[in-house]
C-alpha cells in the first residue's frame, strides 16, 4: 500500500494499524533549530485518545508519544531540538482486543472500508480496521503538535459545532469553553443537550454524524501558489484524508451559494497602520488559493460510525446475504475525537505551505 504520506515540505508519512503493536509518524523536511518538549506534544494527544467520557470508545490507551530520532536533547533534561533530519515518533498500542472482531472476518460491515480494502487489495486486517481505523490518526494529531512551532504567531484551534441536527448558538461562541466539556463545544449552553441526545443515541446502540470547525489565526498573508497548490485545496485534501470525513468547506462554503455578491464579497479599507482590513470574511482567509493574512476557516463533516450494535444487512467474502452486527467498544460519535485530528492536519498544511513559500520567496517578501 502506497500513498501514506502527505505534505511537500513538511512531509509526513504515517505507519502502523489499529490492533497492531504499535503506530507512529516520519516527519521529513521539519527545519532545523524547533524546541519542543515531549509534553507539549502529550497535551494535544490527550485530546484525543479515547475512553475520556462515556460519550467515546472506551478503548484504554495512553498515547504516550516517543521520538527516536532527528532531535538532540538540552541541557535541561526536557527540551528537545530538531537537527534538520527525520524525526520519528512511536506511539505503542496497549488495549487491543482482536477477539471482538472475529465475526466480522469474513463480514463487510455496511459503512465500512471493509469492502473496498478486499476489492482493491485482496486482502484486509479485520481486527479494528487496520489501516482504515481512526486509530491512525494518532500519529497525525504527534505530527501536528510540531508542525504548530515551525510557523511563528500561528493558533490553530477547532471546536465541535454540530452534532446530528443539532448545532451551537454562534451567539455563544466562547473559546475558553472548548476545553472545559467532552464535547470541544465552544457553547456552555449546548452541552447538556448534547449529552442527553448522546446517551439515547449510545444506549440504542447507535451513532450520529458531527460538524467539526478549525480556526487558524495568524497565518501570514501570501501562503499558497496558483493554480494547483492552493492553501485551501491542500486543506480541503488533508482534510478529507482524515477517516469518515465526507464533505469540506472553506469560509462560509456552501452558504456562499445562497447570497449575492454584494453580501460574500469581503469589502477592503485601509487601516491606520498602512495595513488593509477586511470588513468580513466569507472567504475564510483564503483569496485565489492564497491566504490574505485574516483567520483561516474551515468545516468539516465527519460521518456517523460505522461500527455499530445495531444489526445491518450485507454479504460476506464468499458472496452470501448476512447481517452484521458489530461488536466491541465505539465511538456513538467518532466527530467528538475528530476535534485535534483537525487542527493537527490544518496545522501541517500551513507549516508546509510556509516552507514553501519561504523557499520560493523568502528573499523577496
Avoid at 533549530?33 to 509534553?39: Q, V
Avoid at 454562534?170 to 472545559?180: A, K, P, S
Avoid at 449546548?190 to 439515547?200: A, M, N, R, S, T
Amino acid at each position: 500500500m502506497s500513498h501514506n504520506t502527505f505534505g511537500h515540505l513538511f512531509r509526513v508519512t504515517t505507519w502502523g494499524e489499529s490492533h497492531g503493536p504499535a503506530l507512529g509518524c516520519v516527519i521529513d523536511g521539519c527545519p532545523p533549530g524547533i524546541r519542543f518538549t515531549l509534553a507539549e506534544i502529550q497535551a494535544f494527544m490527550d485530546k484525543r485518545k479515547p475512553g475520556q467520557s462515556r460519550f467515546v470508545t472506551q478503548r484504554r490507551e495512553e498515547d504516550l508519544v516517543k521520538v527516536l530520532s532527528g532531535v538532540l536533547p538540552e541541557d535541561d533534561g526536557e527540551t528537545l531540538v530538531t537537527t534538520g533530519t527525520p524525526i520519528s515518533m512511536l506511539i505503542e498500542n496497549t488495549d487491543q482486543r482482536s477477539k471482538d472482531y472475529g465475526e466480522i472476518a469474513t463480514r463487510y460491515r455496511p459503512g465500512h472500508a471493509d469492502y473496498a480494502y478486499d476489492i482493491k487489495y485482496g486482502i484486509r486486517d479485520y481486527r479494528g480496521g487496520g489501516r482504515s481505523s481512526a486509530r491512525e490518526t494518532a500519529a497525525r494529531v504527534a505530527a501536528g503538535a510540531l508542525a504548530r512551532k515551525v510557523v511563528p504567531g500561528v493558533i490553530v484551534r477547532a471546536a465541535l459545532v454540530q452534532i446530528g441536527k443539532i448545532k451551537i448558538n454562534r451567539d455563544n461562541w466562547d473559546w475558553e469553553q472548548v476545553d472545559q466539556n467532552p464535547f470541544f463545544a465552544p457553547d456552555a449552553a449546548i452541552v447538556p443537550v448534547w449529552e442527553e441526545y448522546l446517551d439515547g443515541i449510545r444506549k440504542a446502540g447507535s451513532s450520529v454524524g458531527a460538524v467539526i470547525e478549525v480556526v487558524a489565526e495568524g497565518v501570514p498573508a501570501g501562503l499558497g501558489a496558483p493554480i494547483y497548490a492552493k492553501l485551501d485545496q491542500d486543506i480541503a485534501s488533508n482534510l478529507m484524508s482524515i477517516n469518515a470525513v465526507k464533505g469540506v468547506e472553506i469560509g462560509n462554503g456552501f452558504g456562499a451559494a445562497e447570497i449575492t455578491g454584494e453580501e460574500n464579497a469581503d469589502e477592503m479599507r485601509m487601516g491606520n497602520d498602512g495595513t488593509p482590513i477586511f470588513l468580513s470574511n466569507h472567504a475564510g482567509g483564503i483569496l485565489g488559493g492564497i491566504s490574505t493574512g485574516q483567520p483561516v476557516i474551515a468545516r468539516f463533516a465527519v460521518k456517523p460510525t460505522s461500527s455499530i450494535l445495531t444489526e445491518r444487512l450485507s454479504i460476506d467474502k464468499d458472496g452470501n446475504n448476512v447481517s452484521v452486527r458489530t461488536k466491541g467498544r465505539h465511538d456513538p460519535c467518532v466527530g467528538i475525537r475528530a476535534v485535534p485530528i483537525g487542527e493537527a492536519m490544518v496545522a501541517c498544511t500551513i507549516a508546509d505551505h510556509f516552507l514553501r513559500d519561504r523557499g520560493q520567496n523568502g528573499k523577496v517578501r
